[in-house]
């Protein structure tokens, strides 16, 4: 055989060993998408910062859009990695009901198992926070009546206490919100203790109950919303598992991360770190600070460590 003949075969096998699946998904950069929110713009900027510094090239399509186009995204292999909730799994696999999605470990048990099955799609390591509805009250009405928790605020309500709940009609009505919480917790708050705002903006309720509107002095709020400082409004706690729990967690396809292995171990450690308060923070410094979102997660990763 001559030389010719030897590179010739050489080169056919190099081809051949670069067209294989995992040799093509090896080479290409991480696709890495979030919801379009303060939160998912926050989470996304860290998993692009994390990666690139660590040699994964990655393209950037974060704020793609809400979640049904994120979650279509992933399915369909347009995306490759976003942040995710546990609890969202009630809806994308309609099983509203499960006791699961109320407790944070058998909820991202259920949700990795479930998409793993149908989808290939990996969760990965979730944060200990929980990004639910939860009922705000105004700092001072807070400290005056000694309320901190779910527990406190029904006892207070059911002794005639004088609260006013700025809320959308989403929180009020739906079976899985406000009614849950009353039922778990043995109150019920008459209309004329509600405000009922068009739409579900959170930004909303919470500057009505903050500024009292209208006498509104509670709010509907979400458990990371980063206003809730700034604003002087306090989180009643819900210890009794009234509201599902909506941890954020990296939502990642399969192939993807059997090309990068490496993903789990620098995205988890991260995600770890951040629970409410913490995400708070931060979506403070975006939401109402006005710091852009990448500045915002860059620093977070330098400060602990994740980024030199």
């Not at 303060?38 to 989470?43: K, N, P, S």
């Not at 399509?61 to 994120?70: A, E, M, R, S, Y």
């Not at 609890?87 to 048990?109: C, I, L, R, T």
């Not at 909303?204 to 903050?210: I, K, L, Y």
């Amino acid at each position: 055989m001559t030389g010719r003949s030897l590179r010739w075969l050489a080169l056919c096998g190099l081809l051949l060993f670069a067209l294989r699946p995992e040799a093509t998904a090896a080479q290409a950069p991480v696709r890495v998408a979030s919801k379009i929110d303060t939160e998912g713009a926050l989470l996304g900027n860290m998993m692009i910062a994390l990666l690139e510094a660590n040699g994964i090239k990655t393209v950037n399509k974060l704020q793609l859009g809400p979640t049904n186009i994120v979650r279509s995204a992933i399915i369909a292999g347009e995306i490759d990695l976003y942040p995710e909730y546990t609890g969202n799994g009630a809806v994308f696999f309609s099983m509203p009901s499960d006791p699961a999605w109320k407790n944070a470990k058998s909820g991202y048990e259920k949700v990795k198992e479930l998409d793993r099955s149908a989808n290939k799609l990996v969760w990965l390591q979730p944060a200990p926070a929980n990004n639910t509805w939860v009922i705000s009250l105004h700092r001072d009405l807070a400290a005056a009546n000694h309320l901190a928790t779910m527990t406190d605020f029904a006892g207070w309500v059911r002794g005639g206490g004088a609260v006013k709940l700025a809320a959308s009609a989403e929180f009020v009505e739906s079976p899985a919100a406000l009614p849950s919480f009353e039922k778990t917790y043995d109150f019920k708050l008459k209309p004329s203790q509600l405000i009922v705002l068009a739409g579900g903006d959170t930004a909303v309720t919470m500057r009505a109950a903050a500024e009292q509107i209208s006498g509104a002095n509670a709010a509907m709020a979400y458990g990371t919303d980063g206003a809730l400082d700034s604003l002087g409004l306090v989180v009643m706690s819900d210890a009794k598992g009234a509201q599902v729990i909506y941890a954020p967690a990296p939502l990642v396809r399969g192939g993807v991360l059997e090309a990068y292995p490496k993903m789990a171990e620098l995205l988890e450690p991260v995600f770890r770190s951040l629970d409410e308060a913490a995400l708070r923070r931060l979506n403070a410094r975006i939401a109402v600070g006005g710091e852009e979102a990448r500045e915002v997660a860059a620093d977070y990763l330098r400060t602990k460590g994740f980024l030199k």
